[in-house]
């Protein structure tokens, strides 16, 4: 090459040595996110604890949960399930975010994994959950939820709540991806969001429901998944069935969304 | 092979919109190459094509003998893109933007931190490092995005309107880091608006219409094709103009009537100047307003196509026609 310039610093890396390497490296940048913008992490727990003690203290009482369980117990593996629900919102205005600046683009010009946005993105918003599951379990035991099934029982609950999350996060990556702008991605997220979380067994047993909208209520992923948490945490005669529901629906869902999440980051804008 | 880049017959269309129809430039290494255009001329698809964050539909191009389709991780290992709009993440420090850069560029990570804090002091926000980005300013941020695009050392650089939105000290400060990058050996392709730009800064100039490149050469010849200096005769009413006009076209090529305004295009300013004044002079017909300038894109544009800049958002003119076109020029 006749063009004989100081040669750039980067080194060849073995392909997956490279993906896990950028795939930190944007995890970190969006967890200082989190950290210089407060905020986020503020607001996105201030909700889930105004959940609980509206149901807990003002609709509990209305609500008569099956078995001989307290409302409070049949009501807490409910908004562990809302909370990482509506934590998935934030990987797709996170996305639409960095398409909308221009930030995406110039990853894509740079010799980093294709993989690592959104490998990155996700991780991330596991962390974030992390972190909130385990603030909101503090806030279920001070307003009285008991576990149970013991230590096991709590972690196994816990974990499955998280696969679920990180499952949901593909489904919001992909929606961040294609609108391509935050308030669009905001508002394009609630819909997709209300059928799943307010028609769902989370605050009101579906023996409650309309008819017409049990077999929905019962088999939708968000329900099934508190479900499986319920009787995790709880103890239930249908633990593996709800379990076993619930990670088809969480596979069933990578399966489909992250193909397409790759498949659109790659022509991102 | 001797360029640096090389773009043969590079098409992209979206939808209805030939944005590339088929152009093909060459930049030798280690220069400052200037694709001059207006808005939606196609200078940024030309950037994207060439950073790999687009697929040319035909055509092809390389940097650095590494095709862009076939290679694009080669591409991506020797450039560096600043874009028209400052792309960095508002909530990270500067350091740590240019940290992120430099992980993902693959270089050795016990490098990344000098050389991040070499070119924080060089761009003056050694201040501001650790300030998060949004409490920047405006110059600020586009300076950032400019060294986050240095981080790995790129011997080819790409600046898509670097000094758009800039004040005057911040472009002269960022024209002059752009010399001392190709004094160091960095090849620079630049897309701007301004031919002052472009002049001040390429060694050639590939100006951009509508997809098409409709002139390629350096800036020298392409100002001289012009006239380098035009001078607009204002009278108080048109006959004075008219009087001007028959009077100058006598000894001056370049002379044009425009209502009461008579333009003149020349290459040796000044001293056309005085004999022209001194001609109006005897003739005892005095301009009341007398304005001087070099030529803009807007001239470059009248003069290679008869019609003005003019943004693709707008639809496109059938051209010429009626519109005022310069004489002395082309």
Redesign the interface.
């Given at each position: 090459m006749s063009a004989t310039v100081a040669a750039g610093a980067a080194r060849e890396r073995p392909a997956l040595v490279r993906a896990v390497r950028d795939a930190k490296a944007v995890t970190w940048r969006y967890l200082i996110h989190y950290i210089r913008v407060p905020q986020l992490l503020v607001f996105s727990t201030i909700q889930p604890v105004i959940f609980v003690l509206m149901f807990r203290y003002v609709f509990g009482g209305a609500i008569h949960p099956p078995g001989d369980i307290p409302y409070v117990e049949f009501l807490m593996p409910g908004i562990f399930t809302q909370t990482v629900v509506f934590g998935a919102i934030a990987t797709a205005i996170g996305l639409a975010t960095d398409v909308k600046s221009g930030l995406l683009e110039r990853f894509r010009s740079l010799p980093m994994a294709r993989s690592a946005v959104l490998a990155g993105r996700t991780m991330a918003d596991l962390t974030r959950n992390v972190f909130v599951v385990l603030l909101m379990v503090a806030v279920g035991f001070a307003v009285g939820f008991r576990v149970h099934t013991g230590f096991w029982g709590l972690l196994a609950g816990l974990l499955l709540l998280l696969f679920f999350g990180y499952a949901l996060s593909w489904i919001f990556a992909t929606v961040g991806l294609y609108v391509g702008d935050p308030e669009t991605a905001q508002a394009a997220a609630f819909p997709l969001i209300a059928p799943l979380v307010f028609a769902s067994s989370l605050f009101v047993p579906v023996e409650q429901m309309p008819s017409w909208l049990q077999p929905w209520a019962e088999h939708q992923p968000v329900s099934v998944t508190a479900s499986a948490v319920r009787d995790l945490m709880l103890g239930g005669t249908d633990t593996a069935y709800h379990v076993a529901q619930s990670l088809a629906w969480c596979i069933g869902i990578l399966l489909v969304f992250v193909p397409l999440a790759v498949r659109r980051y790659r022509r991102a804008v | 092979m001797?360029g640096?880049i090389e773009v043969e017959g590079l098409t992209k269309r979206f939808g209805e919109v030939a944005a590339l129809d088929g152009i093909d430039f060459e930049v030798r290494?280690?220069s400052v190459f200037g694709l001059l255009g207006p808005n939606g001329a196609g200078k940024t698809t030309a950037i994207?094509i060439l950073?790999?964050?687009l697929e040319p539909d035909a055509g092809s191009a390389r940097v650095?003998?590494h095709d862009v389709v076939q290679e694009p991780?080669a591409v991506?290992?020797?450039?560096g893109?600043a874009?028209q709009?400052?792309?960095?993440?508002?909530?990270?420090t500067g350091r740590?933007n240019l940290r992120?850069?430099g992980?993902?560029?693959?270089?050795?990570t016990s490098?990344i931190m000098p050389?991040a804090a070499e070119l924080l002091r060089r761009f003056r926000l050694d201040e501001a490092a650790d300030r998060?980005l949004r409490t920047y300013s405006g110059g600020m941020r586009r300076r950032l995005d400019i060294a986050?695009a240095l981080v790995?050392?790129?011997?080819?650089l790409f600046l898509d309107e670097p000094t758009t939105g800039l004040d005057l000290i911040s472009r002269n400060e960022l024209w002059d880091m752009i010399r001392e990058l190709v004094d160091?050996?960095?090849?620079v392709l630049l897309t701007t608006q301004y031919l002052e730009e472009a002049d001040k800064l390429a060694e050639r100039i590939a100006v951009v219409d509508h997809g098409h490149v409709i002139a390629d050469d350096r800036p020298s010849v392409l100002k001289a094709q012009l006239g380098s200096t035009v001078a607009e005769l204002g009278f108080e009413e048109e006959d004075g103009a008219t009087r001007a006009v028959s009077l100058l076209a006598a000894t001056h090529d370049g002379a044009e009537r425009d209502g009461a305004t008579v333009r003149l295009t020349t290459n040796d300013g000044p001293r056309v100047l005085i004999d022209v004044l001194r001609e109006l002079d005897r003739a005892d017909l005095s301009p009341a307003t007398l304005a001087v300038h070099e030529p803009s894109l807007d001239d470059v544009f009248l003069s290679l196509t008869g019609h003005r800049a003019e943004s693709e958002e707008t639809p496109a003119e059938p051209a010429v026609s009626g519109r005022r076109r310069r004489r002395g020029a082309a």
């Open positions: - | 001797t640096a290494p280690r994207r950073a790999t964050v650095l003998g991780d991506r290992r020797v450039i893109m874009g709009f400052a792309a960095v993440d508002p909530n990270l740590e992120l850069i992980l993902l560029t693959q270089m050795e490098e050389r998060p986050a790995p050392r790129p011997p080819v160091e050996g960095t090849t």
